[in-house]
């Protein structure tokens, strides 16, 4: 156990300082002090949100208030292996809440991340400089990108356009490499999984 936590954390302060040259981005970490990457998008200045490309919205589900850890409840947890979700604090610096969700001790290495972005709507990351593109999850529109802080054959990073100037992110990461034949489709494929369960739960939460 205590090997494999020690290898969790030498691989994170590996990719950071790999990156630490290279510009910053917006991250969160986690209560005993590890990283979790979220997504590179360009400066402010550089988007233009009222071009949004996203399809319409199945309805709208507003962030306000939501507790993130909620989004998944105990039956889901054991769909997805994972241990409760715990507060995440994050730098994004636009106030966003995190809930993180992880499986250690036990393998394969799996962690998800929920963010409820209550300023920044999903249209923003179609210009994230690690590259975007539009998908659909449970009838949403998100936009699917990865974090320049982490291998993307091993992460996944959904922006689900929930309400407008709002996202819910969910960021898939088997930070160990040891899921059976993970890559870039696979950890999105993850990442959807569990962002239709949180939509389910959202949709209750908010009605």
């Known amino acids: 156990m205590i090997e494999q936590r020690v290898r969790w954390l030498a691989s994170v302060m590996l990719v950071l300082a790999?990156?630490?040259l290279a510009g910053c981005s917006s991250g969160s970490s986690t209560p005993?002090?590890?990283?979790?990457?979220?997504?590179?998008?360009?400066?402010?200045?550089?988007?233009?949100?009222?071009?949004?490309?996203?399809?319409?919205?199945?309805?709208?589900?507003?962030?306000?208030?939501?507790?993130?850890?909620?989004?998944?409840?105990?039956?889901?947890?054991?769909?997805l292996a994972v241990n409760p979700g715990k507060p995440s604090q994050n730098n994004d610096g636009i106030g966003s809440r995190d809930c993180l969700?992880?499986?250690?001790?036990?393998?394969?290495?799996?962690?998800?991340?929920?963010?409820?972005?209550?300023?920044?709507?999903?249209?923003?990351?179609?210009?994230?400089?690690?590259?975007?593109?539009?998908?659909?999850?449970?009838?949403?529109?998100?936009?699917?990108?990865?974090?320049s802080l982490a291998?993307?054959?091993?992460?996944?990073?959904?922006?689900?356009?929930?309400?407008?100037g709002q996202s819910l992110e969910v960021q898939y990461l088997n930070g160990a490499g040891d899921y059976p034949g993970i890559n870039r489709q696979v950890a999105c494929q993850l990442a959807a999984k569990a962002t239709e369960l949180m939509l389910v739960n959202l949709r209750n939460v908010v009605h």
Do not use: H, M
Request: charged share 15%.
């Open 18 to 20: 790999s990156v630490g």
């Open 32 to 79: 005993n002090g590890s990283s979790v990457p979220s997504a590179s998008p360009l400066p402010p200045s550089s988007v233009a949100p009222s071009q949004s490309t996203l399809p319409p919205r199945p309805a709208v589900l507003r962030l306000d208030g939501v507790d993130p850890c909620v989004l998944l409840n105990a039956a889901q947890l054991q769909l």
């Open 101 to 147: 969700w992880r499986n250690f001790p036990a393998k394969p290495d799996n962690g998800w991340l929920a963010r409820a972005i209550l300023a920044q709507g999903a249209e923003y990351y179609l210009n994230s400089v690690t590259g975007a593109q539009i998908v659909q999850v449970d009838g949403f529109p998100a936009v699917e990108t990865s974090s």
């Open 151 to 164: 291998d993307p054959d091993k992460q996944c990073l959904l922006y689900v356009d929930v309400a407008p």
